[in-house]
């Protein structure tokens, strides 16, 4: 008995902590800039604990010793895991900078000369690897018109026409 409630609570302790495995992306077209702007929002150690994995060093996302490095580390990984399409043709994205936010990173990207589209395909799988129980939520906006999916580990594709 007494293990079984050890074990119980062990399970509730670590659901308090880390109770669940997500991410939210905001895609929005700016038609007076001709930009695509994202903001994706992951938990800080779950990004961390991934770019650990996938690039073989230590990594610290609140003080890094070279951030530049860093970036580059997100960037890498964002670009693999999060692809957007538009109209048929890939966004060429490229991070232009990230932040801590509680227990979050809010990594930003952006892609230039970009027509208002029509149609909005995303691939996201970003800590599908690494979680099976992930949960990215997705949300475009495009001429002030929003639309959110909400894409469960291992579904990694929206499309979304405005």
């Not at 970003?126 to 949300?139: D, E, G, K, S």
């Amino acid at each position: 008995m007494g293990l079984l409630l050890c074990k119980w609570w062990m399970t509730v302790w670590l659901a308090v902590l880390h109770p669940f495995y997500a991410s939210v992306t905001e895609i929005t077209h700016d038609a007076a800039r001709k930009e695509l702007q994202v903001s994706c929002r992951i938990f800080t150690d779950d990004l961390e604990n991934t770019l650990k994995q996938q690039f073989k060093t230590p990594i610290d996302l609140t003080k890094p010793a070279n951030r530049k490095q860093v970036e580059e580390y997100i960037n890498a990984y964002l670009l693999q895991h999060l692809q957007i399409t538009l109209d048929g043709k890939k966004a060429n994205l490229h991070l232009i900078g990230y932040k801590i936010e509680e227990d979050a990173v809010w990594s930003f990207l952006e892609a230039d000369n970009i027509p208002t589209p029509g149609t909005v395909a995303v691939r996201n799988d970003v800590l599908y690897a690494q979680h099976p129980t992930q949960i990215n939520m997705i949300h475009v906006i495009v001429g002030g018109q929003r639309k959110s999916a909400k894409l469960d580990n291992p579904k990694a594709d929206v499309v979304m026409r405005f």
